[in-house]
């Protein structure tokens, strides 16, 4: 398991607030108990879900008999994180296919850090260190987000439908290999899709990478369900014969009103009732203003950042002994100032506070 390493000690300058310091750096233990420096903490590619140290990935495509070197770096994506992408150098005279070095990592990685990609490249960039120029090999790998052009929902829309159904399986195939980090060969058709490791995150993201790229949105039930791979095909490729669907409106709900708890806030709320006038959930700040406090410019800032975000201005009332959300109409908020004394100096400080204007219920 491969972790951040912070460190701790009297002659380390700990992060504010805590009593140890975060390196940055990312280690592994052995069975021995010793410390092994694999990468960094910022160098970690977002997929879409999962975070993947490229060092790691790295380290699996050197251990190929074939591999004499390999890079990995993200392609940002639209909308769906990144795609992980290996950049490979084979040793001199010999040949390999993307599908093997796949097939490889898929068997010494977790599904979410095999590459969904692979390019066999004359060199891999590297700085004089020997550490790799990820920029550099981003830029070199950019186009492979492109691999699917804008017109392919028409080109498949124009073939025969039985020359249709049977390129639109090996699309889907191809998509559903890359969620779950395997090999278009090593799914069967004939199986749902669940059979094959697709789990509701991975369904989210094949669901948005066919959507993008054939304008279908599959419902979300089918992908997780008992329909076979070949039926989703048969169903995107009748489609394409229909308008592409609309891509799904940004929700925007209410700023006010009284709404049921969610099942975490429930717990928490549970929680409370067992110890009330508990501090376990309530955080305290406290920040000191050096120099002259413009109170009128705070107090309209707070009043935005309350109007913006309606969690600050939520009450939990109770109805008929159930609890509710309710997030109270926009108002003003005021402050309220004073100055107290410190005891043993001359200085003052002033104490600020806010609070809406009408009381809440």
């Known amino acids: 398991m491969t972790g951040e390493i912070v460190v701790s000690g009297h002659a380390v300058v700990n992060d504010l607030g805590s009593d140890r310091h975060r390196t940055g750096d990312l280690g592994s233990l052995d069975a021995h108990g010793r410390l092994t420096v694999v990468g960094r903490s910022r160098v970690l590619i977002d997929t879409g879900g999962h975070k993947v140290n490229p060092v790691e990935v790295e380290r699996v495509l050197a251990e190929h008999p074939l591999v004499a070197d390999a890079g990995v770096a993200g392609i940002a994506l639209p909308g769906r994180g990144a795609l992980l992408v290996a950049a490979v150098q084979l040793r001199d005279g010999t040949r390999a296919e993307p599908a093997d070095v796949l097939a490889h990592c898929a068997r010494h990685l977790p599904s979410h850090a095999v590459p969904q990609r692979v390019r066999m490249v004359a060199e891999v960039p590297r700085t004089r260190l020997g550490k790799v120029r990820r920029t550099a090999l981003a830029s070199l790998l950019a186009d492979e987000r492109g691999e699917v052009t804008a017109g392919e929902r028409e080109r498949l829309a124009a073939l025969p439908l039985d020359q249709r159904r049977a390129e639109v399986s090996n699309h889907l195939l191809l998509r559903m290999a890359e969620v779950v980090g395997t090999t278009p060969a090593a799914l069967d058709p004939g199986a749902p899709a669940r059979a094959a490791g697709v789990d509701s995150l991975a369904a989210v993201r094949l669901r948005m990478a066919v959507h993008r790229e054939l304008g279908v949105k599959l419902p979300l039930p089918s992908l997780l369900g008992p329909r076979t791979?070949?039926?989703?095909?048969?169903?995107?490729?009748?489609?394409?014969?229909?308008?592409?669907?609309?891509?799904?409106?940004?929700?925007?709900?209410?700023?006010?009103?009284?709404?049921?708890?969610?099942?975490?806030?429930?717990?928490?709320?549970?929680?409370?009732?067992?110890?009330?006038?508990?501090?376990?959930?309530?955080?305290?700040?406290?920040?000191?203003?050096?120099?002259?406090?413009?109170?009128?410019?705070?107090?309209?800032?707070?009043?935005?950042?309350?109007?913006?975000?309606?969690?600050?201005?939520?009450?939990?009332?109770?109805?008929?002994?159930?609890?509710?959300?309710?997030?109270?109409?926009?108002?003003?908020?005021?402050?309220?100032?004073?100055?107290?004394?410190?005891?043993?100096?001359?200085?003052?400080?002033?104490?600020?506070?806010?609070?809406?204007?009408?009381?809440?219920?």
């Open 229 to 361: 791979v070949m039926e989703l095909a048969d169903e995107l490729a009748e489609r394409l014969d229909g308008p592409a669907d609309d891509a799904d409106p940004v929700p925007h709900g209410p700023v006010e009103g009284e709404f049921p708890l969610a099942p975490n806030q429930m717990s928490l709320w549970h929680a409370e009732q067992l110890d009330l006038g508990g501090s376990a959930y309530v955080v305290a700040v406290a920040a000191r203003l050096t120099g002259g406090c413009d109170t009128e410019a705070l107090r309209r800032a707070w009043t935005t950042l309350a109007h913006r975000h309606p969690v600050l201005r939520t009450t939990f009332p109770l109805r008929e002994g159930i609890p509710s959300n309710r997030w109270p109409p926009r108002r003003r908020w005021t402050s309220q100032s004073c100055r107290c004394h410190r005891p043993g100096t001359a200085r003052t400080a002033r104490i600020w506070s806010v609070r809406r204007s009408s009381p809440s219920t």
